[in-house]
């Protein structure tokens, strides 16, 4: 709780979101039928990852990342801090029950793709083996994973991304 508070508490929290976000308009397929609550812990567990990195460089690097998703995500920083100040939201089994009832795969995917990159630029083993662990719990295989990745990979190649 106080990570996230550190994180996103001094922050000026205002709730200037616009009636057009570009990002949640590409994205609304793709998080289709996933709730708010659900849409929370995605960035609770994507902000948790964000933990392991040692480096400020890397821990700025991973915020962008963070609050790149939220528009995607189209979650405000208020509804965020509102979810993290809850608590309970850094232990394992609390981020896994979380993600469970997210049915749509191609959100878990997108979702373990984007931890993959936080985690890649946390530069910290245990990120990666966090990361792992989660997915572990929400049925995927380390073999899934890696499939995950390097589809989402060449598909971003595809397209120029």
Do not use: W
């Amino acid at each position: 709780m106080g990570f996230f508070r550190d994180l996103f508490g001094s922050r000026k929290t205002t709730n200037t979101q616009s009636t057009s976000n570009p990002i949640g308009d590409i994205s609304k397929d793709l998080f289709q039928g996933v709730t708010t609550e659900q849409r929370l812990a995605i960035l609770g567990f994507e902000t948790s990852i964000m933990s392991f990195a040692q480096g400020m460089a890397e821990k700025q690097e991973a915020l962008k990342m963070i609050e790149y998703e939220m528009k995607a995500l189209n979650i405000s920083e208020s509804q965020f801090v509102s979810y993290a100040q809850r608590g309970g939201h850094n232990r394992v089994q609390d981020i896994v029950n979380g993600l469970k009832p997210i049915s749509n795969k191609a959100a878990l995917d997108s979702t373990l793709y984007m931890g993959f990159g936080i985690a890649s630029v946390c530069k910290n083993e245990k990120a990666f083996g966090y990361l792992a662990h989660v997915f572990e719990q929400l049925g995927y295989t380390e073999d899934d994973m890696t499939n995950v990745i390097q589809k989402i990979e060449l598909l971003g190649k595809q397209f120029g991304m």
